[in-house]
Protein backbone atom coordinates (compact mmCIF):
# COMPACT_ATOMS: atom_id res chain seq x y z
CA UNK A 1 0.00 0.00 0.00
CA UNK A 2 1.26 3.26 -0.97
CA UNK A 3 1.47 6.09 1.27
CA UNK A 4 -1.35 8.37 -0.56
CA UNK A 5 -3.13 5.15 0.02
CA UNK A 6 -2.59 4.70 3.53
CA UNK A 7 -3.95 8.17 4.37
CA UNK A 8 -7.12 8.20 2.42
CA UNK A 9 -7.63 5.02 4.25
CA UNK A 10 -7.15 6.94 7.73
CA UNK A 11 -9.03 9.62 6.26
CA UNK A 12 -12.01 7.42 5.41
CA UNK A 13 -11.87 5.23 9.01
CA UNK A 14 -11.57 9.18 10.40
CA UNK A 15 -14.85 10.41 9.04
CA UNK A 16 -16.49 7.48 9.40
CA UNK A 17 -15.98 7.29 13.12
CA UNK A 18 -16.67 11.06 13.20
CA UNK A 19 -20.05 10.63 12.18
CA UNK A 20 -20.31 7.46 15.05
CA UNK A 21 -19.06 9.80 17.50
CA UNK A 22 -21.42 12.69 16.88
CA UNK A 23 -24.55 9.98 16.74
CA UNK A 24 -23.21 9.36 20.39
CA UNK A 25 -22.56 12.51 21.62
CA UNK A 26 -26.00 13.65 19.99
CA UNK A 27 -27.82 10.60 21.82
CA UNK A 28 -26.48 11.30 25.30
CA UNK A 29 -28.62 11.10 28.37
CA UNK A 30 -28.50 14.33 30.50
CA UNK A 31 -27.57 12.11 33.82
CA UNK A 32 -24.74 10.66 32.37
CA UNK A 33 -23.33 13.88 31.21
CA UNK A 34 -23.56 15.11 34.59
CA UNK A 35 -22.10 11.95 36.28
CA UNK A 36 -19.10 11.95 33.43
CA UNK A 37 -18.23 15.53 32.92
CA UNK A 38 -14.78 15.64 35.25
CA UNK A 39 -14.07 11.71 34.06
CA UNK A 40 -10.77 11.48 32.50
CA UNK A 41 -12.14 8.23 30.11
CA UNK A 42 -8.60 7.71 28.41
CA UNK A 43 -5.23 7.00 29.23
CA UNK A 44 -3.31 10.73 28.72
CA UNK A 45 -0.78 9.17 25.80
CA UNK A 46 -3.94 8.49 23.65
CA UNK A 47 -6.38 11.66 24.44
CA UNK A 48 -6.54 14.99 26.44
CA UNK A 49 -10.45 14.53 27.17
CA UNK A 50 -12.93 15.21 30.13
CA UNK A 51 -16.59 13.62 29.81
CA UNK A 52 -19.27 12.13 28.25
CA UNK A 53 -19.03 13.52 24.73
CA UNK A 54 -15.69 12.15 22.35
CA UNK A 55 -15.84 14.84 19.57
CA UNK A 56 -13.03 16.33 20.82
CA UNK A 57 -10.89 12.96 20.29
CA UNK A 58 -12.09 12.92 16.58
CA UNK A 59 -10.29 16.53 16.64
CA UNK A 60 -7.03 15.25 17.84
CA UNK A 61 -7.12 12.13 15.65
CA UNK A 62 -7.38 14.94 12.73
CA UNK A 63 -4.07 16.51 14.08
CA UNK A 64 -1.96 13.33 14.46
CA UNK A 65 -2.96 12.57 10.41
CA UNK A 66 -1.78 15.61 9.33
CA UNK A 67 1.41 14.92 11.38
CA UNK A 68 1.72 11.58 9.60
CA UNK A 69 1.07 13.75 6.40
CA UNK A 70 4.08 16.05 6.97
CA UNK A 71 6.21 13.10 8.35
CA UNK A 72 5.41 11.51 5.05
CA UNK A 73 6.44 14.58 3.11
CA UNK A 74 9.24 14.70 5.19
CA UNK A 75 10.39 11.68 3.26
CA UNK A 76 10.78 10.34 7.13
CA UNK A 77 11.92 6.82 7.79
CA UNK A 78 9.21 3.69 7.06
CA UNK A 79 9.71 2.52 11.16
CA UNK A 80 8.61 6.35 12.26
CA UNK A 81 5.36 6.40 9.91
CA UNK A 82 4.46 2.78 10.98
CA UNK A 83 4.89 3.45 14.75
CA UNK A 84 2.59 6.75 13.85
CA UNK A 85 0.29 4.44 11.58
CA UNK A 86 -0.17 1.98 14.90
CA UNK A 87 -1.00 5.17 17.10
CA UNK A 88 -3.51 6.60 15.24
CA UNK A 89 -5.41 2.84 14.83
CA UNK A 90 -4.73 2.58 18.78
CA UNK A 91 -6.66 5.73 19.23
CA UNK A 92 -9.80 4.68 16.54
CA UNK A 93 -9.70 1.62 19.14
CA UNK A 94 -9.49 3.71 21.93
CA UNK A 95 -12.43 5.67 20.52
CA UNK A 96 -14.68 2.88 19.74
CA UNK A 97 -14.03 0.99 23.09
CA UNK A 98 -15.30 4.17 25.34
CA UNK A 99 -18.43 4.48 22.63
CA UNK A 100 -19.60 1.13 23.76
CA UNK A 101 -18.94 1.57 27.46
CA UNK A 102 -20.42 5.04 28.39
CA UNK A 103 -23.15 3.52 30.39
CA UNK A 104 -21.24 1.48 32.28
CA UNK A 105 -18.25 4.21 32.93
CA UNK A 106 -21.57 6.46 34.28
CA UNK A 107 -22.91 3.86 36.18
CA UNK A 108 -18.94 3.60 37.76
CA UNK A 109 -19.30 7.37 38.10
CA UNK A 110 -22.28 7.48 40.08
CA UNK A 111 -21.71 4.75 42.16
CA UNK A 112 -18.04 6.00 43.18
CA UNK A 113 -20.29 9.15 43.88
CA UNK A 114 -21.90 7.42 46.18
CA UNK A 115 -18.83 5.56 48.30
CA UNK A 116 -17.56 9.71 48.37
CA UNK A 117 -20.94 10.77 49.54
CA UNK A 118 -21.46 8.13 52.48
CA UNK A 119 -17.49 8.05 53.67
CA UNK A 120 -18.32 11.80 53.94
CA UNK A 121 -21.51 11.53 56.08
CA UNK A 122 -19.41 8.75 58.13
CA UNK A 123 -17.00 10.91 58.54
CA UNK A 124 -19.05 14.03 59.69
CA UNK A 125 -20.83 11.32 62.24
CA UNK A 126 -17.75 10.10 63.71
CA UNK A 127 -16.49 13.90 63.82
CA UNK A 128 -20.18 14.67 65.74
CA UNK A 129 -19.53 11.54 67.95
CA UNK A 130 -16.34 12.62 69.03
CA UNK A 131 -17.50 16.39 69.43
CA UNK A 132 -18.85 16.05 72.94
CA UNK A 133 -21.99 17.13 71.41
CA UNK A 134 -23.60 13.97 71.39
CA UNK A 135 -27.46 14.73 72.67
CA UNK A 136 -27.55 16.69 69.35
CA UNK A 137 -29.31 13.79 66.99
CA UNK A 138 -26.04 13.36 64.50
CA UNK A 139 -28.84 13.43 61.27
CA UNK A 140 -29.80 17.12 62.23
CA UNK A 141 -25.93 17.35 60.49
CA UNK A 142 -27.51 16.14 57.24
CA UNK A 143 -30.12 19.56 56.94
CA UNK A 144 -29.40 22.52 57.08
CA UNK A 145 -33.31 23.27 58.17
CA UNK A 146 -32.53 21.42 61.19
CA UNK A 147 -29.55 22.68 61.70
CA UNK A 148 -31.33 26.34 62.35
CA UNK A 149 -33.90 24.72 64.71
CA UNK A 150 -31.13 23.50 66.73
CA UNK A 151 -29.06 26.75 66.90
CA UNK A 152 -32.85 28.17 67.85
CA UNK A 153 -32.87 25.64 70.40
CA UNK A 154 -29.83 26.30 71.86
CA UNK A 155 -30.41 29.75 72.36
CA UNK A 156 -33.70 29.54 73.97
CA UNK A 157 -31.68 27.21 76.43
CA UNK A 158 -28.79 30.18 77.20
CA UNK A 159 -31.85 32.57 77.71
CA UNK A 160 -33.46 29.99 80.14
CA UNK A 161 -29.89 29.42 82.16
CA UNK A 162 -29.36 32.86 82.15
CA UNK A 163 -32.66 34.01 83.52
CA UNK A 164 -32.20 30.81 86.23
CA UNK A 165 -28.60 31.67 87.45
CA UNK A 166 -30.43 35.39 88.26
CA UNK A 167 -33.32 34.29 89.92
CA UNK A 168 -31.05 31.88 91.86
CA UNK A 169 -28.54 34.45 92.65
CA UNK A 170 -31.36 36.79 93.86
CA UNK A 171 -32.71 34.02 96.63
CA UNK A 172 -29.22 33.17 97.25
CA UNK A 173 -28.87 36.03 99.33
CA UNK A 174 -32.05 36.01 101.11
CA UNK A 175 -31.83 32.18 102.07
CA UNK A 176 -30.92 30.23 104.90
CA UNK A 177 -26.77 29.73 105.75
CA UNK A 178 -27.87 25.85 106.07
CA UNK A 179 -29.71 26.15 102.17
CA UNK A 180 -26.54 28.06 101.08
CA UNK A 181 -24.63 25.54 99.76
CA UNK A 182 -27.00 23.23 97.73
CA UNK A 183 -27.99 26.78 96.50
CA UNK A 184 -24.09 27.71 95.60
CA UNK A 185 -24.06 23.71 94.05
CA UNK A 186 -27.20 24.21 91.61
CA UNK A 187 -25.94 27.70 90.58
CA UNK A 188 -22.21 25.86 89.45
CA UNK A 189 -24.43 23.19 87.89
CA UNK A 190 -26.61 25.94 86.04
CA UNK A 191 -23.14 27.36 85.11
CA UNK A 192 -21.71 24.35 83.36
CA UNK A 193 -24.91 23.48 81.35
CA UNK A 194 -24.87 27.71 80.16
CA UNK A 195 -21.13 27.16 79.23
CA UNK A 196 -21.29 23.84 77.36
CA UNK A 197 -24.96 25.29 75.44
CA UNK A 198 -22.36 28.29 74.15
CA UNK A 199 -20.57 25.62 72.67
CA UNK A 200 -22.91 24.00 71.22
CA UNK A 201 -23.90 27.22 69.91
CA UNK A 202 -20.22 27.40 68.38
CA UNK A 203 -19.92 24.03 67.10
CA UNK A 204 -23.51 24.63 65.46
CA UNK A 205 -22.80 27.42 63.26
CA UNK A 206 -19.46 25.70 62.46
CA UNK A 207 -21.58 23.45 60.96
CA UNK A 208 -23.64 25.40 59.17
CA UNK A 209 -20.75 27.21 57.48
CA UNK A 210 -19.26 23.78 56.20
CA UNK A 211 -22.84 22.71 54.99
CA UNK A 212 -23.33 25.98 53.35
CA UNK A 213 -20.18 26.40 51.83
CA UNK A 214 -20.07 23.72 48.89
CA UNK A 215 -23.99 24.55 48.43
CA UNK A 216 -22.34 28.34 47.38
CA UNK A 217 -19.33 27.09 45.43
CA UNK A 218 -21.70 25.11 43.38
CA UNK A 219 -24.32 27.94 42.81
CA UNK A 220 -20.97 30.09 41.97
CA UNK A 221 -19.64 27.25 39.54
CA UNK A 222 -23.14 26.80 37.49
CA UNK A 223 -23.63 31.09 37.51
CA UNK A 224 -19.99 32.10 36.37
Request: charged content about 25%; proline content about 1%.
Amino acid sequence: MTTSELLKRLRVQQKLLEQEVLQHDAKLPKGQQRLLQDTERFNDTLFIQTGAELSSCINQINKSIQQLEKLINNKISPNTILLSCQRIQDRFTAVKRAMATTSLDAKSAEQQKKMRIAKAQQRRHQSHNDSGFNWIAAGVMQNSHQLYEELNKHLNWVKTFEQKIQNLQSKLDSCHSTDKINMQNEILLVHRRLGKCRQAISYIEERIQAFERPQTHTYRRFNR
